[in-house]
């Protein structure tokens, strides 16, 4: 594994880097304007520079001075502005947002620094968002400073991370066009479906498995079944201990350096959904609800629609996407055969951070940070594929 180097900006919690510093990356810089996210970031990545100013006011020039590197010496670029703009289920999509042209930022970063490689993740809605228009100025803005450009939608589960999810990732290269090696084929088959534009510029740009792909994925049993029961609102001590063994190589990798379970703790859901989770079983939904107790907008909804709100994953199923408030309301986030939601750490396996990297801030915080994240696994997938290009080049 080589020991390259790179910076993280709009870094949030750190899902990105720590993929990427498992595929070799060693994180130099990250920014990231939320305090609380830039703590986090901090505390699993001690040797890192965080910056919490505001990047729009940071002068990449000074940051290169500071961090020692020439033009060109740095070998990646890595990030993504912030996706709520750009996102699919927003409920404006507009080019007057401002987060919409962060992404400038980022290439003001990529400009003065001339790395060899850039990484910019977002939400598989960056593709249409204005009919392409975003997408296309940002392949003609690397194209402008000498960079080869690219982009493709990877889902999630098809590396191992066990929860519905897709990420678009543009790949750039200085002075060489993009191979199709720079991202990952798929490792594992999952009952993914695509929600959303698949094609850019007449190309299908879905990563899917091929027909020899047989590894499943990953299930919630194995992303969660040997964590520490909780009743509705237990806190407990702050590092628990495991409830068992390690029964799969998935747990026995995200317990790899870690002295217990942190960020363990079960919020207390009310009496009205503590009710309603009476009646729902393993693999049902808010349908399952007696119609007297469901919320009065649902009362009205049809019950083809919303089927994963006050949802309980199959313990051999794999997990829904993972938000920013494990909410029963918006997903399917009670536990199995717990009555209670999803802890942090228990959102934080699903979307594959290590059992040793730790959630500071609320509780609310802690959820927000890791349903913003980057899936690690998938950050380590595009990492390890991007290492084996810029060996070569």
């Excluded at 490689?117 to 402008?144: C, K, Q, R, Y």
């Excluded at 299908?204 to 969660?224: D, G, M, N």
Aim: proline fraction near 7%.
């Amino acid at each position: 594994m080589g020991n390259f180097t790179s910076i993280d900006l709009f870094s949030g919690a750190g899902g990105l880097s720590a993929g990427l510093e498992n595929a070799g990356f060693h994180a130099l810089y990250a920014s990231e304007i939320v305090r609380r996210y830039a703590e986090t970031y901090q505390r699993n990545h001690l040797d890192t520079m965080v910056d919490v100013r505001d990047i729009r006011t940071v002068d990449p020039a000074i940051v290169r001075r500071q961090l020692t590197l020439a033009q060109g010496e740095l070998d990646l670029v890595a990030g993504g502005p912030p996706c709520q703009g750009f996102s699919i289920n927003a409920p404006v999509r507009s080019a007057k947002d401002p987060r919409n042209h962060l992404f400038r930022d980022f290439l003001r970063f990529v400009e003065e620094f001339e790395p060899r490689a850039v990484l910019i993740e977002n939400v598989p809605g960056l593709v249409s968002f204005e009919h392409g228009a975003t997408l296309h100025a940002i392949i003609d803005s690397l194209a402008a400073i000498g960079y080869g450009a690219d982009v493709r939608i990877l889902g999630a589960p098809y590396y191992g991370v066990p929860q519905m999810r897709w990420r678009t990732m543009v790949v750039g290269l200085r002075g060489s066009p993009v191979p199709p090696s720079a991202w990952p084929e798929p490792t594992r088959h999952a009952p993914l479906r695509a929600n959303f534009t698949t094609t850019f510029d007449g190309h299908v740009i879905v990563k899917t498995p091929s027909p020899e792909t047989s590894a499943p994925f990953i299930t919630l049993r194995e992303a969660i079944g040997d964590l520490p029961p909780l009743a509705n609102g237990e806190r407990g001590v702050n590092v628990k201990q495991y409830a068992m063994s390690a029964t799969c190589d998935y747990q026995r990798m995200l317990r790899r350096g870690s002295g217990g379970v942190y960020n363990h703790e079960a919020g207390r859901l009310s009496r009205i959904n503590l009710e309603r989770l009476s009646y729902i079983k393993q693999g049902g939904n808010w349908t399952d609800i007696p119609y007297d107790l469901l919320p009065r907008g649902m009362q009205k909804a049809r019950r083809t629609d919303h089927t994963k709100r006050y949802g309980r994953t199959s313990w051999d199923d794999i997990s829904c996407t993972i938000l920013t408030k494990c909410d029963p309301h918006w997903g399917a986030f009670f536990h199995p055969d717990q009555d209670r939601a999803y802890t942090v750490r228990e959102a934080a396996r699903i979307q594959s951070f290590p059992d040793h990297y730790v959630f500071v801030g609320s509780q609310a915080e802690q959820y927000a940070q890791v349903g913003n994240a980057v899936p690690p696994l998938l950050a380590r997938a595009m990492g390890m594929s991007l290492a084996d290009v810029l060996r070569r080049l």
